[in-house]
């Protein structure tokens, strides 16, 4: 069926399983690879482990099933912005989106590209991604400029040049990396029952330790993360076909797959080391293939791994960009990131804004720090979107909903309960990262009055006086909150 084309506008080309790819390569990262040696550290049963898995997951799509209801009712470019911006006002939906392009998604993105480059690296150890190009004292801290920074930079430039050119262009590579996850996994799953050298036995060997609840909370925050990126393709749902069916589906479909291969990845791991071994790796996926295989498989699943986190990079490059064209769309950002090219239909400017800006948090600032403020400030506007949920239950009665979240109240309320415990340990475990994204925050107010102000006059200038009703009036406050 052929596109419809429309000047200057984002237009619906992406079907059901690109939304589908779309939720597995923005989920799916570095962190699989790594997290399975995490809680069996803290958690050292096995079995144990795996329940851990599959509680992480039912946890996810419990806020995906909320995001789907959600996205049925608002099937436009924006996603969570917009179902904030509906349930608390537009100034929430300003903080939003404030936070994911100074804080949450910029950082994400940066982290996602300095993983691209530090697993190429170990690939290809000529690149040597941890040497310094430039390093100085600032302020008394130390500062390096490494090669792995202009790996991340070159990657991120790609990414934006691919996303500026085309959707389809970018879907492409988004569904090639996501595919290339999907069907690697379940190849090397099949390769290592039939011919590596695992056991079964490993499953059955006696915990090192017992489980304690700090274990296990330490253990429930690596998962979450792990689970993280499923919300992107809501942001995209101004381009995706039938969204009102599609988008509910995707989340669903997309959560679900993750968890399976989440699984399978775990299940092969503990196939291939007993838990003790495993738990003591720092590189687990390598040593995994090396126990599986041979020594020399390690270099291909960094490879691998680079791949992975490349296609996830794709995906926060095309859905954060349609965030800030919504704020701008609302009056509440640069109106310059309004511009769409004519005819590649893309929201160029939204582009090389967001690249700008994650190009100088790659200079300036460390994985580390940029990992911890990214888990704090998304899961705060996770709980904003759950939380959305019941709002708009009571504010929007009337609005179309093709897709009703199953178990409500209860099952997005037990959503709730247990984001807030993992914000408040995250809190704790990190203040001042975490705190340093709350502060980003609230220096968003005075750029959002600003903005608000000159839209107002510009409305107030071009517009004739026309009568309004009371409950206009009353609409209207309301949703400038």
Known sequence: MSVERQEGKLIRQLTLFDAVMFVVSGTVGASIFITPADVLRAVPSPIFALLLWVLAGGITLLAGLACAELGGM??????????????????AGFMYGWVLFTAGNSGGLAAMVISFAMFLGRAFPALQTEDAIVSASVFGLHWSFTRGSVLAIVALLLLTAVNMRSVR?????????????????????????????????????????????SGVVVAMIALLWSFDGWEFVSWVAGEIKQPRRNLPLALICGILLILATYLLVNVVFLYALPPRMLAAESSPAAAVFAALFNGS?????????????????????????????????????????????????????SLLAQGAWVTVLIVSGTYEQ??????????????????????????????????????????????????????????????????????????GLPPYWHWRKKAKLAIEGSAAPVATSPATVVSSVRKEG
């Open 74 to 91: 608002f099937p436009e470019s924006g996603g969570q912005y917009v179902f904030i911006r509906e349930a608390y006002g537009r100034a």
């Open 169 to 213: 262009f970018a879907t492409y590579l988004q569904n090639l990396t996501a595919m290339a996850y999907l069907c690697t996994i379940v190849g090397v799953a099949l390769l290592a029952f039939l011919f590596g050298h695992g056991s079964w036995g490993h499953f059955a060997a006696k915990p090192s330790g017992s489980a304690s609840w």
């Open 297 to 349: 498989a390690g270099r291909a699943i960094s490879l691998f791994i680079a791949l992975i986190c490349f296609g996830a990079a794709s995906v926060v490059v095309l859905g954060g960009a349609r965030i800030y064209y919504s704020m701008a769309h609302d009056g509440a950002f640069f109106r310059s990131l309004l511009h769409v090219h004519p005819r590649w239909h893309t929201p160029t400017a």
């Open 370 to 443: 940029l990992y911890t403020c990214f888990i704090f400030v998304m899961t705060l506007t996770y709980i904003a979107t759950v939380g959305a949920l019941f709002v708009l239950r009571r504010t929007q009665p009337e609005r179309p909903r093709p897709y009703l979240c199953p178990g409500y109240p209860w099952l997005p309320l037990a959503y709730l309960c247990v984001a807030v415990v993992f914000v408040a340990l995250t809190l704790r475990a990190r203040p001042l990262e975490s705190l340093a994204g709350v502060g980003l925050a609230l220096l």
